[in-house]
Structures are given as structure tokens and as C-alpha cells.
């Protein structure tokens, strides 16, 4: 039996998809479903139980697992409730490791690459401890991620026990199918895309940096197929632990993100460029790019999907269609 906490959002419930696709019936949600539509993610898919978190504490006691698969979390990067946030991301992720030690069990769980800050310390994933020490993310998610982190990375420099296996896996931009329920942090091409569709213009933010054009600020696109590909890898591959970034290692625009989409649906660009809100400016990222050479040192060798082709599955087998759920 396999437990995937946040099983019912975006990348979690993709996990579920694949390990259904696996075979694998035996599968646990942990997840608050709301009222947001999120359970249509798994109206496909096969489970065993879908546990409330609150529930999780006593669905544990006495359990075998071959794994978890921790995907919960408050992701929003706009969260400031500090207490919620903390015990949600940080205290809950360390009961979980604590439990899957005394029980021997692999745990993998998500990171993610605003643990990086403002990317001037690059974004290569050191996981000695005194590398990560030195990092400053700019938002409460990335530090309640950066703190999980930096306590898995202390027990291991420390020699203490840990689970049998355990992945912390840096997320740069993940999109696809099965994130309409995240509201304002769906990715920019599924906030977008109804628009191209319907021949309005897209609008993306004017540079306000030297050098940089406008719609040329640059992210490390990964689609989540190649998410769930890397995630899948480490539950075959029990021999290996750490922490990975996982993203294409190649930054792209969201100008070539768009141009990708139109592309895809055989439409002229249209696309207007607005002035950024003066209160992001100063905190604005202008660039992220993922550094996947411990990946692919530890074994990894499924590669990653080219944005234009990673774009065009998306929208033409999941949004531009009437049912746009896996």
C-alpha cells in the first residue's frame, strides 16, 4: 500500500494517474477534497481510502507502507498565516519522516525551488548543510520548505537514522493538467489559455530591468509528466536518497511559453505587454534555472520535454478539450 499525501491536487493526484497506470490499486489519498471541485482530479482514478490530514496521525498507527509520498502542503506563495503554514509544511513533514524512520519506510516528498530565494546564489542543489544554510527564500512557503530541508540535511551530516530511503525533490515550474483548482497560482498558460482561445489578447508583464525585453523574463518550464517520470524513477530505485532539483535545466520565456500555446492551436500571437506592479518589482524573479547534474549523476537518464512539444500535449489533450481532467 502506498500513502500520497495531497493526492487529490495538482501533482499529487497526476502520482495517483501513474500509479494507477502502474498497476497499483492500493493507492492512499491524504487530502482536504473542499469544495472547489479538487475531487474531479481523482474521479478517474482507483484508490484504496482518501483520508482527511486530520485523520492521518491515527490512520498511521499500526500501518505497513512500501511508501509515502509527501505532495501535501500549503503551496500558495502568498500564504501569511505563519503558524498554519508551519505546522502544515513543516511540523506535519517531520512527523511524517519521523514515522517512516520507525517504520524503515522510503519517503519522498516535495521541495521546492523557492527555497532558493532570489536566485543569487544560483540554484544548484547542494544538500550539504552549510550550502543550505546560506539560502534566504523570499516568501513564507519557501522558508517552511527550506526548513524541512535543512532538517533532513542535518539528521543525514549527523549520521542519525533515517528512512531507508528519502528524496526531497527542488519543483522549479511545474504545469499541466490538473491544476484548474489552484485559482491565482495555476500556471500562466491554463490562467491563460481561454483567452488565446477566444482571440483576446494575452497579457504579460513589461521588463523593468535593463537588458531583459519585455515577456522575457525566463523560468525553468517543466511539464508534470516529466515530474511524475522522476518521482516514479525513485520509488524503482530504492538505492537512492537526497535532495534533487527537478526541472528541465534549460530557462525559457513566458513570451516562448505563449508563442508555444498559439502555436499549438494554429493562431496568429497576440499579445500585449502591461506595466509589473510597483509592489513586486523589487522582489520579482527574472530568471530561474535548475541545475539537474545530481540527478542524472544518481541515475536518472528519462530526460525532459521540450517546452513547444510539453505545450502542445497539454493543449491539445487536456485544454482544449471539454473534459480537461487525467
Not at 491524504?30 to 482514478?45: E, I, P, S
Not at 542543489?125 to 535543512?150: C, E, I, Q, T
Not at 498559439?262 to 522582489?283: C, F, H, K, T
Amino acid at each position: 500500500m502506498l500513502l500520497v499525501t495531497g493526492g487529490a491536487g495538482f501533482i499529487g493526484s497526476n502520482v495517483v494517474a501513474a500509479l494507477n497506470d502502474a498497476g497499483r490499486a492500493d493507492v492512499v489519498v491524504c487530502d482536504m477534497l473542499g469544495d472547489d471541485g479538487k475531487w474531479r482530479n481523482l474521479a478517474k482514478r482507483q484508490l484504496a481510502d482518501i483520508v482527511p490530514p486530520a485523520e492521518l496521525p491515527a490512520w498511521l498507527s499500526g500501518r505497513k507502507l512500501d511508501a509515502i509520498l509527501h505532495l501535501g502542503a500549503i503551496s500558495e506563495t502568498t500564504a501569511t498565516d505563519g503558524d498554519l503554514v508551519i505546522e502544515t509544511n513543516f511540523r506535519l513533514s517531520m512527523r511524517l519522516v519521523d514515522w517512516c524512520t520507525a517504520n524503515a519506510t522510503p519517503f519522498i516528498y516535495a521541495s521546492s525551488a523557492s527555497t532558493y530565494g532570489d536566485g543569487a546564489l544560483g540554484f544548484r542543489d547542494d544538500p550539504s548543510v552549510d550550502a543550505l544554510k546560506k539560502l534566504r527564500p523570499m516568501n513564507l512557503y519557501g522558508w517552511s520548505k527550506h526548513l524541512f530541508d535543512l532538517a533532513v540535511a542535518e539528521r543525514a551530516a549527523r549520521g542519525d537514522k533515517l528512512p531507508p530511503q528519502w528524496a526531497g525533490l527542488k519543483f522549479f515550474n511545474v504545469f499541466g493538467p490538473n491544476e484548474y483548482h489552484k485559482g491565482t497560482m495555476m500556471s500562466v498558460l491554463a490562467r491563460r489559455f481561454d483567452d488565446i482561445k477566444a482571440g483576446r489578447p494575452v497579457q504579460l508583464f513589461k521588463s523593468h530591468r535593463d537588458g531583459i525585453a519585455d515577456g522575457d523574463q525566463r523560468r525553468d518550464f517543466i511539464y508534470v509528466d516529466d515530474v511524475v517520470r522522476v518521482m516514479m524513477w525513485l520509488l524503482a530505485t530504492p538505492s537512492v536518497s537526497g535532495i534533487f532539483n527537478v526541472g528541465t535545466g534549460k530557462a525559457r520565456s513566458f513570451r516562448d511559453l505563449m508563442l508555444a500555446a498559439y502555436g499549438a492551436l494554429g493562431q496568429a500571437p497576440n499579445i500585449q505587454y502591461v506595466d509589473m506592479p510597483e509592489q513586486i518589482r523589487g522582489s520579482y524573479q527574472y530568471f530561474t534555472q535548475s541545475e539537474v547534474d545530481r540527478l542524472r549523476r544518481a541515475g536518472y537518464n528519462g530526460g525532459f520535454t521540450a517546452l513547444e512539444d510539453a505545450v502542445g500535449a497539454y493543449v491539445k489533450g487536456f485544454l482544449d478539450r471539454a473534459d480537461r481532467f487525467r
